[in-house]
């Protein structure tokens, strides 16, 4: 898996660091998404997908 | 399907736990429907969780507040058109305006930043309900817990003087309450707007640790006027939801005293709670808007440019398409992608501040209270099933 953020499109609710902390975090500068880890072990997969699925901006996808 | 039903705002609780049952009939039916505004106007209602995230999500419906029909009554009058958003209310903007007054912000709101604060709220919680146990063995939870905790981080965050808060407090009733006219409700606005805009100006002077100062001083040239809506719009936002929250989930954990016992049995189940809390109680009752800028194909039927579209979240809440049993209050239900901070780019900013603020509210109080039970029946609650935000006016508690 391969986990991509759009930081331009991000409006940093911080939903994806509320769903897994270790693959996402936010800048501190303007508190965007910064992916962590680009390429997560199995075991986040399913917390990724999820993150992907409720960005408000639309701003992560994961390309399985 | 072509949305040949009219229907005007369904506002109507049966009780106070369920939005209106109406909401949930057009729901399985026309989940986009025509709505005749009280103005007149011809716009839509939309009521499933699979549309109204889709309409949250695409920048062809507009935020701009003077694009928008307002589906609800003012006072005795139809409501008035709506003039653009005032400076810094960036609530009522599309990009760039809303972009650039968001992204100063988002840095101090992020989850890290809200967790650092965790401390801080928890002694503000626990000052608040050591109080409250000294009233004897009653009280009125809405004065007592639920506004003052919000109020006092906001305004420590912001950097408003905490015993200044009736000029707000009193003002910020009046302006969400349905039954003000919109002469009385702009007044009340202004009131507010003139607050923050004095507190700008010894900002400028006198600059502290807090998110106006920052906001002076953050070298993105932005005016008084500029600051003080910001200011207004993070005031406003900061206290009023997080206590209504915390007054009708504090009822809703009461009433469902098997729940009750499931989170004190396991205090970490808190979080979830707070996500189901926020999923079965939706708050933000009515008035969630957009204005279609072109013509746009939304579940099936074509939103012209111009319509004003009533975005129902509770509705959408309770859509069994997106939640088994939603009618059920059950603290260990998956209850992520609720839609109680909205989606698209203006989802809640603050919604990290006001899930901490929960989850320790809740979890102190029911902790330093285990006796707590109502002091009404039920049916006795005052709800306020007047105002924009829903909740409660007042929560008689008692414990022994």
């Given amino acids: ?64 | 399907m072509t949305g040949t039903i009219s229907t005007t705002l369904p506002m109507t609780r049966d009780n106070p736990f369920d939005p209106p049952a109406e909401l949930g009939a057009l729901r399985g039916e026309t989940p986009i429907t025509r709505l005749r505004f009280p103005d007149g106007h011809l716009g839509w209602l939309v009521t499933s969780h699979e549309l109204v995230r889709e309409v949250m999500g695409d920048r062809r419906f507009s935020a701009r507040s003077e694009l928008h029909h307002s589906p609800m009554k003012r006072g005795d009058g139809p409501p008035a058109q709506r003039p653009p958003a005032s400076p810094g209310m960036f609530i009522g903007m599309d990009a760039p305006d809303h972009t650039k007054y968001r992204k100063l912000l988002t840095g101090q709101f992020t989850v890290r930043r809200m967790n650092l604060l965790s401390e801080r709220i928890e002694e503000i919680v626990l000052a608040q309900l050591r109080e409250m146990r000294e009233q004897g063995t009653s009280a009125d939870l809405v004065t007592a817990f639920a506004l003052p905790v919000p109020s006092l981080v906001i305004c420590e965050l912001l950097g408003v003087p905490y015993d200044e808060r009736h000029v707000f407090q009193e003002d910020t009733a009046k302006a969400l309450k349905l039954e003000t006219s919109v002469d009385e409700a702009m007044a009340a606005f202004e009131r507010i707007k003139d607050f923050i805009r004095d507190l700008v100006r010894r900002k400028r002077v006198e600059p502290g640790d807090d998110m106006l100062s920052g906001l002076v001083a953050s070298g993105a040239d932005l005016d008084d006027e500029e600051i003080t809506g910001m200011g207004v719009l993070l005031l406003i936002a900061g206290h009023e939801t997080t206590a209504n929250m915390l007054g009708l989930g504090t009822l809703t954990l009461l009433s469902n005293p098997e729940q009750l016992v499931a989170l004190r049995a396991d205090p970490s189940l808190v979080d979830n709670t707070v996500e189901e809390l926020l999923r079965y109680q939706t708050i933000v009752q009515f008035g969630t808007l957009r204005t279609a800028l072109e013509d746009v194909e939304v579940g099936g039927v074509t939103v012209k440019a111009g319509e004003s579209v009533s975005l129902s979240l509770p509705a959408a809440n309770r859509d069994p398409e997106k939640f088994e049993r939603p009618e059920e209050f059950d603290v260990r239900r998956p209850a992520a992608g609720h839609l109680s901070f909205g989606h698209g780019v203006h989802q809640c900013l603050g919604q990290q501040l006001a899930r901490i603020e929960m989850r320790i509210g809740y979890a102190a109080l029911f902790r330093e209270f285990p006796t707590l039970r109502l002091g009404v029946p039920v049916d006795e609650v005052p709800l306020r099933t007047d105002m924009g935000i829903y909740g409660v006016h007042a929560l008689p508690v008692e414990w022994s």
């Fill in chain 1, 1 to 64: 898996m391969k986990v991509e953020a759009d930081s331009a499109k991000c409006c940093g609710s911080g939903m994806c660091v509320l769903t897994d902390p270790a693959v996402f975090d936010q800048s501190e500068d303007d508190g965007t998404v910064v992916v962590l880890v680009p390429e997560p072990s199995e075991d986040h997969h399913a917390a990724a997908r999820e993150a992907a699925a409720l960005c408000p901006a639309g701003a992560i996808t994961v390309h399985e």
